[in-house]
């Protein structure tokens, strides 16, 4: 009886260190940040590419598809019932034409009897705000999410990311502020990519000792040489928002080492990268 049960937990022993050594491997590894598309910078298309389309809206994302983005941004929010969709404010007074009010406020049926496309132009007519559901369906092995967690909405939104089997191709932007919810979506998904902003470069440890990222997320405001090198040290990548968007801002950003841009126009950033010597 002794050596059974000896040899039962030797048998529970090996089975934890195989469990903790897979998951330690998931944590570490960069599987999940293949080369970029164009040289060595990802390019994040900000509200999809959003150039003379409605932003957020499922031809954004397609445009960023189709011109090799290596991420798309969107922004998530919930409706009054219960369903999550991509729309950057948290009212919906600036994308349509005779209607206000807040996002929460409207069902989701209610939501896409509104035309987000009128104010873009004749072309756009009839664009609709789209659900989380559209936007993984449109992007699932295509491109990479770059998830703007607006409202703490991390259980719902992993209902739906587990369906689709997208846990490692999104990225979640949330401010080390909100530490609780990094903390909440590690805990119940262990696969996921949290991607804390920190602010200032002398917070990175404090981030790090607590929830261990794979990439920290950055403004202009608070990007410099020094935040991405303690950043490298660490083995963390770095994806800043741009402020500017011009030539001279992408080519500081990049010869600071940052590795990835998130851009208000990703046409213009791939042609820069692609003409860069």
């Not at 994302?61 to 998530?76: H, N, P, R, Y």
């Not at 994308?95 to 009128?118: F, H, N, R, W």
Request: charged content about 25%; proline content about 6%.
């Amino acid at each position: 009886m002794k050596i059974q049960y000896i040899n039962f937990i030797r048998g529970f022993l090996i089975v934890a260190s195989i469990v903790v050594g897979q998951y330690q491997s998931i944590a570490q590894s960069g599987i999940d940040f293949p080369k970029p598309r164009h040289g060595n910078t990802y390019v994040i298309a900000h509200r999809g590419a959003h150039v003379g389309i409605p932003e957020n809206s499922l031809p954004a994302i397609q445009k960023a598809i189709d011109l090799g983005c290596d991420f798309v941004e969107i922004d998530t929010r919930m409706t009054k019932d219960g369903r999550i969709v991509s729309v950057h404010n948290a009212s919906i007074d600036a994308y349509v034409i005779g209607k206000t009010g807040k996002v929460k406020d409207y069902t989701l049926a209610e939501l896409k009897q509104l035309d987000i496309g009128e104010k873009t132009g004749p072309d756009w007519k009839n664009t609709r705000i789209p659900t989380i559901e559209e936007i993984l369906q449109l992007c699932r092995g295509q491109i990479g999410i770059y998830l703007d967690l607006k409202e703490p909405l991390v259980p719902e939104l992993l209902q739906i990311i587990h369906k689709y089997d997208m846990e490692r191709q999104i990225i979640w932007y949330i401010p080390a502020s909100r530490m609780e919810i990094i903390k909440q979506l590690k805990s119940l998904c262990y696969e996921c990519i949290p991607m804390p902003d920190p602010g200032p470069e002398k917070n990175i440890l404090e981030v790090i000792s607590q929830i261990h990222p794979q990439a920290l997320a950055s403004d202009m405001g608070q990007l410099n040489e020094r935040f991405v090198k303690t950043a490298h040290v660490n083995k963390l990548k770095v994806f800043v928002d741009e402020e500017k968007g011009t030539p001279a801002e992408w080519e500081q950003i990049i010869q600071w080492g940052t590795e990835g841009i998130q851009t208000d126009d990703p046409e213009a950033l791939i042609g820069y990268l692609k003409n860069r010597k």
